[in-house]
């Protein structure tokens, strides 16, 4: 029985390690989809922020001028994608398609003129990284049963990005659902002519969306290298990106049911692990690649309407031009 | 805004925007402090400087002709097709199944059954994308990442646990014999030395021509290009828009696994994981920047197979260069031909029309 449980809190402790990057870059999705501007390129966003955080931290030391380094790589990468999608009207998923394969590009090259060591930046230690934060009474309470355990395992020690995703969902459903800023990206993802008539700047409103969108998933990439990882190596977002993009869809561009599908998709993240090699009564052994497809398969079954309906904002994806 | 002159918008417009790519590629290359110069030197002799590396850039080209013809057919018809990685790998499977199964027959029977069963399968692994985008209004681009990620851990589960040979160390299929395989051209061709070229080359060629008469010649091409350009008005014509989406994505699924008869069937004679290795995303670079049309696919497809093989030599001659160059290229030219294609339109427009005041007279 205590065995038992044990395995549960440490599942659900790498549960929460593998979906803190899903959620990040989630949350940084519905930002600008709900601004009506489809984002193809977070996978290259979250890569590009992952290699910025990586190479900052371990040229100056800093974890923190890293964080900076991974946003501002999402940045200038966001800029692109709002170049191409709002000012020069191009179409958005041809342009965040070409982000992902900058980012892939570019980290690996980029990273091998740099530190030559096959696209790997140095393993990073101490203050380069962002390391485990024991909170309050965590060690005192350990002997507790249950409580006390889960307290410890689960809820404290993790990194602080850990704990920055986490609260940056209920500000998303702030935000967007009960503030004046909120609503009108809402409005400009479903009606952008509306906005435009009320004298508000499509344009302007649909920057600001990208940025947040750049600050969140630029975060989520540095917890990948620079907090969950100690440094880059090739590729390492490795579908996280598009794993978003279906758990936004899971989640119809709402951020709680984003938090739920996002730990459900870390969830068989972290069961796939557990279940290597194991045989279980009656299904017998499970192949680990049933539940690597597993999100990518519900998600299909989500999209051809089979359980619920998701419908995408309106003007998502469509560039807005002033009438004349 | 002014129209451009058909000549301008058909090749000047997209041949700055490819200059435009290579020149911020050139950028990049200068930023590590290597010579871009010297670099297009060096690939240009990997690609055409001896025979082998002459039929590995052609090797190249066969695999980018074929996806860049997927993700052009689908375009035409509105559709943008992300999944050529995933149907030429699905592709691959059929290539497989049909070659162990006549394993020892001549070539000349199961090169064909290869393209038959190969297509089918992409074609199957295209089309259920396109019955959800026609049927339940799913969306193509979504769906067909979804579907590449699918058939990795499925093809990566049927390959390690199901057509893996026993006693075998890596993962891969049992292998074709000599006489099965498609031929490569150094067995008539001297030039081609240990290049993999075989005939599927041929096959691509034979694709870009079909291509054009299909899309331009036929009815059935007509209607493509009726329901990519106004799918209302299609409707309105008589054109049901549901069957064509089906055909077509199932068609463009047939194009990419074509990249898995020339992998699979003629140059390592086994399905070997991730044998695909990218060439179906190199597609959508190809298709945007030929513009869809055959005679464009066919001469990106080149200049692409000239990157990668080049690239290859590039990698080995200046040390500060990764193949991965090859993929910013990659982004760039997908950047600079398809999402901001028309951002030099306006200003040549502008240029144009000023040189010629009878035009702007009005």
Redo the contacts between chains.
């Keep these: 029985m205590e065995s038992y449980l044990v395995d549960i809190t440490l599942i659900l402790d790498s549960t929460v390690r593998l979906a803190v990057p899903l959620i990040l870059a989630c949350l940084a999705g519905l930002y600008s989809e709900r601004a009506g501007i489809v984002d193809i390129g977070l996978e290259g966003k979250l890569l590009a922020g992952a290699f910025a955080a990586a190479a900052m931290s371990a040229v100056t030391g800093s974890a923190w001028l890293g964080l900076l380094a991974g946003i501002g790589a999402a940045l200038i990468f966001s800029g692109i994608h709002g170049l191409a999608s709002i000012n020069f009207k191009g179409n958005q998923t041809i342009s965040g398609v070409a982000l992902n394969f900058l980012a892939a590009g570019l980290t690996t090259f980029l990273g091998q003129s740099w530190f030559k060591r096959g696209g790997y930046t140095p393993q990073l230690s101490g203050d380069q990284r962002f390391n485990p934060i024991t909170l309050p009474f965590a060690n005192e309470l350990r002997e507790v049963p249950v409580i006390g355990q889960i307290y410890y395992e689960l809820i404290s020690g993790h990194n602080i990005i850990t704990y920055v995703a986490f609260i940056a969902v209920p500000v998303t459903a702030w935000v967007l659902f009960r503030t004046r800023f909120g609503l009108r990206l809402r409005a400009v993802g479903e009606n952008p002519k509306a906005i435009d008539t009320a004298g508000i700047s499509v344009t302007r409103l649909r920057y600001q969306a990208l940025i947040i969108t750049a600050v969140l998933v630029g975060i989520g990439g540095a917890y990948l290298s620079i907090a969950q990882s100690a440094g880059f190596n090739n590729n390492m977002s490795a579908g996280r990106g598009y794993i978003a993009l279906a758990a936004l869809i899971f989640a119809k561009w709402r951020p709680g049911p984003a938090l739920l599908v996002c730990l459900m998709f870390g969830f068989l993240d972290a069961v796939q692990f557990r279940i290597q090699g194991q045989v279980f009564p009656i299904i017998g052994e499970v192949p680990v690649q049933a539940i690597q497809a597993l999100p990518y398969i519900l998600t299909v079954i989500l999209l051809a309407g089979f359980i619920g309906r998701a419908v995408a904002p309106k003007a998502s994806g469509i560039p807005y031009t002033k009438e004349r | 805004m002014t129209p451009l002159p058909r000549w301008a918008d058909v090749v000047l417009l997209p041949l700055l925007n490819v200059v435009l790519a290579f020149l911020v590629g050139g950028l990049?290359v200068l930023a590590?402090?290597?010579n871009p110069l010297q670099a297009v030197g060096i690939m240009l002799y990997g690609a055409f400087g001896y025979g082998s590396g002459f039929g590995y850039t052609l090797y190249y080209t066969t695999d980018f002709i074929f996806a860049g013809l997927a993700v052009s057919l689908a375009y035409h018809a509105g559709l943008?097709n992300?999944g050529p990685e995933g149907q030429a790998y699905v592709g691959g499977l059929g290539v497989i199944l049909i070659g162990l199964a006549l394993n020892g027959t001549h070539w000349a029977i199961v090169f064909p059954l290869m393209i038959i069963c190969g297509g089918a399968f992409g074609a199957l692994w295209a089309f259920v994308p396109g019955y959800?985008q026609a049927k339940?209004?799913?969306?193509v681009?979504?769906?067909t990442?979804?579907?590449n990620?699918?058939a990795t851990?499925?093809m990566?589960?049927l390959i390690s646990?199901v057509l893996k040979p026993a006693g075998v160390n890596s993962d891969e299929s049992a292998p074709l014999e000599a006489i099965t395989r498609v031929p490569q051209l150094r067995t008539f061709i001297e030039l081609f030395k240990n290049s993999p070229v075989n005939l599927t080359f041929f096959l691509a060629i034979i694709a870009l021509v079909f291509i054009y008469w299909l899309i331009w010649r036929t009815k059935f091409g007509y209607a493509v290009r009726a329901l990519g350009q106004n799918p209302v008005a299609a409707n309105y014509a008589g054109i049901s828009n549901q069957k064509m989406i089906m055909i077509v994505m199932a068609m463009s699924g047939v194009l990419a696994a074509m990249v898995a008869v020339n992998n699979v069937g003629g140059v390592q004679g086994r399905l070997i994981l991730n044998f695909v290795n990218g060439a179906g995303?190199v597609g959508?670079?190809v298709a945007?920047m030929g513009r869809g049309h055959p005679v464009g696919v066919g001469l990106s497809a080149l200049l692409f197979g000239i990157l990668y093989q080049g690239g290859q030599e590039l990698a080995f001659q200046m040390p500060?260069?990764?193949r991965?160059?090859?993929?910013?290229?990659?982004?760039?030219v997908?950047?600079f031909t398809?999402?901001?294609?028309?951002?030099l339109r306006a200003p040549l427009a502008r240029l144009l029309t000023r040189s010629e005041p009878a035009t702007g007279a009005k």
């Excluded at chain 2, 339940?136 to 969306?139: A, F, I, K, P, V």
């Excluded at chain 2, 991965?324 to 760039?332: G, K, N």
């Design positions: 990049i590590v402090g290597q943008f992300i959800l339940r209004g799913s969306h681009v979504i769906t990442i979804l579907f990620f699918i851990s499925m990566g589960f646990r995303f959508i670079a945007f500060g260069i990764t991965e160059m090859i993929v910013t290229i990659q982004a760039l997908i950047l398809g999402a901001m294609g028309d951002m």
